[in-house]
């Protein structure tokens, strides 16, 4: 089945700590995604991507960072400088060429310990 | 910048009653604009896209209707089950860097 996965979907980290969200898809889209989700906000962008080897900041990258080495893959990195990381971080994909919808992964709680 | 309004406060619906959700938009009319629910703890699932020259789009027992002039679109469920107890989430697509602008939500409970 085609789709797009997320892992962890818990994950803890003690102050100071680099920790890697994993996001993987084999829908074959160009463009992928990182947003930041808090109780009563909406989805905040943190990096997006809209081909390999290349990625663009979103309006909240600070201490956030990303790589897309492979189409299918791209993972987020959320380090010590990311000074409230407790969140719920989800990724999502795209066909490129607008008037398309977005798939997103089942997302991954990080919580700070 | 673009700004989203969706309302913050949980909608109650008894079952049965159609639901009707609200999405306000500043600024310019986006491209599309698309519609999502979103259940605890997982990720948002797309249910409808609307485009800017369209008037209104329907999927079995739902309906969006977009309307440019108020800068709004409504997003309507009938025959409401409680199992359409969610968060719905619209977004925009203004059309370039394929970006989305997301509302914050609206929970929706369907009380039996």
């Known amino acids: 089945d085609g789709g797009i996965t997320q892992s962890p979907k818990y994950l803890f980290r003690k102050e100071g700590q680099n920790v890697t969200l994993s996001c993987e898809q084999n829908?074959?889209?160009?463009?992928m995604y990182w947003y930041r989700q808090d109780p009563g906000q909406g989805l905040r962008l943190i990096y997006y991507?809209?081909?390999?080897?290349?990625?663009q900041k979103g309006d909240i990258a600070e201490g956030y960072s990303v790589s897309r080495e492979k189409k299918e893959s791209f993972p987020l990195t959320v380090t010590s400088a990311q000074k409230n990381p407790t969140a719920f971080y989800l990724c999502?994909?795209?066909?490129?060429?607008?008037?398309?919808?977005?798939?997103f992964g089942q997302g991954t709680r990080l919580t700070v310990v | 910048s673009q700004k989203i309004e969706q309302n913050s406060e949980a909608l109650n619906i008894q079952e049965g009653k159609t639901a009707t959700l609200t999405c306000n938009y500043t600024n310019y009319s986006p491209a599309y604009l698309q519609w999502y629910r979103q259940d605890p703890g997982r990720g948002p699932v797309f249910l409808l896209l609307?485009?800017?020259n369209e008037k209104e789009k329907r999927k079995e027992r739902l309906k969006v209707t977009f309307d440019t002039t108020l800068k709004q679109s409504l997003f309507h469920i009938t025959a409401s089950q409680p199992a359409d107890s969610a968060t719905y989430l619209c977004?925009?697509?203004?059309?370039?860097?394929?970006?989305?602008?997301w509302g914050a939500g609206t929970k929706l409970i369907i009380k039996p």
């Open positions: 991507s809209q081909i390999v080897n290349d990625f």
């Open positions: 829908l074959n889209h160009d463009a």
């Open positions: 609307i485009r800017e």
């Open positions: 999502a994909s795209r066909r490129t060429g607008g008037d398309t919808e977005a798939f």
């Open positions: 977004a925009l697509d203004m059309g370039s860097n394929y970006q989305l602008i």
